[in-house]
Each structure stands twice: as C-alpha cells, then as structure tokens.
C-alpha cells in the first residue's frame, strides 16, 4: 500500500539505465518513478524478439477484457482521452519517456471516480483505451487508513508479489480475495494519514482484489490505501502479464519467479506502471454509477 522504490528521498543505489522502451531524460529527485534494470531490459527484448509477433496485441487484450471483466464502466470518448493524456503527463512529469508502446494501468483515485481504466500506451501516438472498472482506494476518517497516494509506480521484483492465501481475518473477510489471486506490491509509499493530524506516514501501496461478498462495494472509498479491483481484473492482467515487464526480464534470464503463472498468456509489450491520478470532481459522472446501479452494466 504505499509509494515508489530506492529513489525516494534519495534512499538507498543510485538507479541504474532506464529500461528499454523508456527514456529518462528528465531524472527527478525523490519523484516518484520507479527504475528498472537496463541492461536486463535488453537482454530480455532481445531473447523475446523472434516471438513477439505472435504475442497478444492490443486488440486481443481488449476483446480479452470486454469478455471476461465484469463489472465494467461505459466511459465516453472524450474521458477515455482525457485520462490517456493524463497518464502520458504522468509518466513526463516522472521524468519518463517512452520509446516502445506498453500497458499501463491508470487509477483515479476521486471519491467520485473510483476507476481503473487499462490502456496501450504508443511512444508517438495517442493513447488506445482497452477497458475500465470500479475500484476501491482508501477511505479517509479511520485509523490506520491512508489516502491513496497519486504518482507513477514502478511494478519492480524490489517488492516481489505473493498470492491470496484466502484465508479470513477477524471479520471473517479475505482481505486479499480467494486463494491464488496475485497482489501486486508497489513497495512502501508515504501517503496522507486518514487520522489523528493528517500527515504523511508510510503505507504499503497495493493492487489486489478483495473478498468476493465486498466486490459490490467497489466505486466506493474502502481500503487502508491499497487499490482494490475486481477479482477479474486481476486475473486478465495476471493472465497476460500486462505489468509484468520485469518479472518476465528475470523469467528469462534466470528460473521464473514462482509468482508468475505457468499457464500464462504473456502479451507483447508488457508494461511496469501503474498511474494513480485525482480528477478533482466534485460530482460523480454518470459513467461511474453508484456500486447499486453496476450490476450487469457493460459498456
């Protein structure tokens, strides 16, 4: 549940090369962007190359995504640009530029928001919208709860995933969804505390899905700060690999690591980064409905 890697607050080796795909012109001290190794990034295009064509592309990603996700959100044209150009100032604004398309994943953490909206992100060209659902992000007001941090976030085996053991909590709820659901771990961030004198402390940001009675809550504000999604989101982007980049860099320079599923689908240009973004509304959309009014409801 919580913010970027060793360059925050200058702590820890300097970052190494981008990694291929990305150009870091414009390095920013303690921003949030998340480093790659370069030379692994390379060694790992270059070993995939002659199988990349036969990948899945954007096109099956999509059709992949209005087939299996549910429940899914019937965002307009116009917000679908919107949040693509918001992801690519994100990415500049971090100091990162790509050269090579790759998946993202862009959440608007706004109380009124509460979206995930999944995109294949070109170097030179606009950004391709494949899909979006409700999340849930932190909810304010709660001790031990966090504001869902914004920013870039690097996807990185610094914080490696686990999967769901599905067991409950006290409350008897599976905080991290049924067993064998990934949860994806963005390190330790520095987020508004939802208590006491709302100053930032330090959260461990988090993708993961949630317990499967809580899924009709999501487009609401409930986590600690981690980002809830729908348990089929989860598994589209775990199935194709779309975050994965670095994880696939080391499967292929070394044993996979165990996170990674043998039955995987890995599409052709995996990316590493999730987006998290405020819109500021003060209104919800009629895109994002209440989580009463998803049942069912395809774009």
Not at 26 to 32: A, F, M, N, V, W
Not at 193 to 218: C, F, N, V, Y
Request: proline share 9%; with cysteine.
């Amino acid at each position: 549940m919580a913010i970027l890697r060793w360059t925050r607050n200058s702590l820890g080796p300097p970052a190494p090369a981008p990694p291929r795909g990305e150009s870091r012109l414009r390095p920013r001290r303690g921003g949030r962007t998340a480093r790659a190794c370069g030379a692994a990034a390379l060694a790992w295009a270059a070993a995939i190359a002659p199988a990349a064509a036969a990948r899945p592309g954007p096109q099956e990603v999509a059709a992949a995504y209005q087939a299996d996700v549910r429940p899914q959100l019937a965002v307009p044209q116009a917000e679908q640009s919107r949040y693509g150009d918001l992801a690519r100032r994100a990415l500049e604004t971090a100091g990162i530029f790509l050269i090579a398309p790759q998946y993202v994943l862009v959440v608007d953490r706004n109380p009124n928001a509460q979206a995930a909206l999944l995109y294949w992100l070109p170097a030179d060209a606009p950004a391709r919208y494949l899909g979006a659902a409700p999340v849930s992000t932190g909810r304010l007001g709660e001790f031990d709860h966090f504001e869902t941090p914004t920013g870039v976030f690097g996807h990185s085996l610094d914080n490696p995933d686990f999967r769901a053991e599905g067991t409950k909590n006290a409350n008897g709820i599976r905080g991290y969804g049924i067993k064998g659901e990934r949860v994806y771990d963005f390190g330790w961030q520095q987020a508004r505390k939802g208590w006491g004198d709302g100053q930032a402390g330090t959260m461990r940001l988090q993708l993961h899905s949630t317990d499967p009675i809580l899924e009709k809550r999501l487009g609401t504000v409930q986590s600690k700060g981690c980002i809830r999604i729908p348990s089929s989101l989860n598994r589209l982007i775990d199935r194709y690999g779309l975050l994965d980049a670095d994880y696939e860099i080391a499967a292929q320079r070394e044993r996979p690591p165990w996170v990674l599923r043998t039955d995987r689908t890995t599409a052709g240009g995996v990316g590493r980064y999730l987006i998290i973004v405020d819109t500021g509304r003060d209104r919800r959309p009629e895109w994002s409905p209440p989580p009463s009014s998803q049942k069912d409801r395809q774009p």
